[in-house]
């Protein structure tokens, strides 16, 4: 098959995927869906399953992450597959890790080794603490991260003990953050000529994600604590009742709380003493919070959204997964997209979350079996058909 670009605006660029389970194929996924050649590197052990860590290789957790590459299969801890990696990495742009950082360097593909062999390598790795330090050798698990990064102790309502978000957020944002920095490299890259090592953690980006929570820590001292549904600073901003469901309401400011109270029919609760300032709002919050549900339960979910955005006051139905993408606008932005599949499995997966008005991105092929286009990626890397042919027999590839 024909090299799968994506989009035409890394297609210049060559990444091998040494990544397993969520944070590593996540930053690949990102320079795959932008058009790079991603090889994955399936692990080929003799009691090697053909599956991947993480759920199998034709559910929807794999096929969401590995779109758009090609695969090989390679036996790392055969020296002869070692040498044949290297003769990868000597031609390629990228690559990308997320074993525990001693691990690398035992099966000889750590980023010093590989940049002996080409200088100008872009390595990106991803682990659980960081690549040295008093953690450094711990497993890294996505709660792990949300726990040690503050989130959990912000998270759910207040007096119910810390609670985990229901995604892998930590997970997610280190490999988005793993992207960022590899092509922040491979700019630098053009200026300098050589490469360089890309680094970062899931307690990194989990506390990186604190954000203006982390802020207010460092600068003033004040530890956030569970609040719920309800917005730590902008007030009345949470979830109400609807007749028919909930709603989440947004008022960022006086004007906007002005405009929702008379959206919901309440004009008497802005000259009310204890809503009328910010400070008393905040004081007053479950009380106020109280007074909006008795109007909004009233009337149907998509009645409060259209009155609370004609009065332009931010807010929108709370959705089930499905409803997410049964909506006019997911659907517009196109957030499903189909993959093309010969062999007759329909496939929809989750879309890029940016565009870019010249190179778009789209969705170029399927995930691969496990080593799928093994001798293919070979011959492209100058491996000759005999080569090849002994590799297999000997069970290198």
Not at 229 to 253: L, Q, R
Not at 298 to 317: D, F, Q, R
Request: neutral net charge; glycine residues 10%; contains cysteine.
């Amino acid at each position: 098959m024909a090299i799968p670009h994506a989009s035409q605006a890394l297609s210049r660029f060559t990444v091998l995927d040494l990544t397993r389970v969520r944070a590593g194929p996540t930053c690949v996924r990102q320079l795959a869906d932008w058009g790079a050649n991603v090889i994955k590197i399936d692990a080929l052990l003799e009691d090697a399953p053909g599956e991947s860590l993480g759920g199998p290789r034709h559910g929807a957790d794999f096929q969401n992450l590995h779109r758009n590459k090609r695969a090989i299969a390679l036996n790392l801890k055969d020296p002869r597959g070692l040498e044949v990696f290297m003769r990868l990495a000597a031609k390629a742009d990228v690559v990308v890790e997320n074993y525990r950082p001693d691990v690398k360097t035992k099966l000889g593909v750590d980023y010093e080794s590989v940049r002996k062999i080409n200088p100008r390598i872009v390595y990106g790795s991803i682990s659980g603490f960081g690549q040295d330090g008093p953690y450094h050798k711990r497993p890294g698990f996505d709660q792990i991260a949300q726990g040690m990064g503050g989130l959990m102790s912000i998270t759910g309502a207040p007096g119910e003990g810390p609670m985990r978000v229901g995604i892998p957020v930590a997970d997610l944002t280190a490999g988005l953050f793993c992207a960022m920095g590899i092509l922040t490299a491979l700019l630098e890259r053009d200026v300098s000529g050589e490469g360089q090592w890309v680094q970062t953690s899931l307690l990194q980006a989990q506390i990186f994600m604190l954000d203006f929570q982390a802020a207010r820590w460092l600068m003033d001292k004040d530890v956030a604590k569970q609040a719920g549904n309800n917005h730590p600073t902008s007030i009345p901003t949470g979830v109400f009742k609807t007749s028919d469901g909930y709603i989440n309401i947004a008022t960022a400011g006086g004007r906007t709380w002005e405009r929702c109270a008379q959206a919901i029919g309440a004009p008497e609760l802005v000259s009310n003493p204890d809503y009328a300032t910010a400070p008393a709002r905040s004081k007053n919050r479950d009380a106020l919070n109280a007074e909006i549900d008795k109007r909004t339960a009233t009337k149907s979910t998509e009645y409060w959204v259209s009155e609370l955005n004609a009065a332009g006051v931010p807010c929108g139905p709370i959705y089930s997964i499905d409803q997410v993408f049964a909506d006019a606008q997911v659907q517009h932005l196109g957030m499903a997209q189909d993959v093309p599949n010969a062999e007759g499995r329909h496939i929809r997966l989750v879309g890029q979350p940016f565009k870019l008005s010249r190179t778009p991105s789209h969705m170029d092929a399927r995930p691969p079996e496990f080593g799928e286009q093994t001798a293919e990626v070979l011959a492209e890397f100058g491996f000759s058909a005999g080569e090849i042919a002994e590799l297999k027999q000997r069970k290198v590839v």
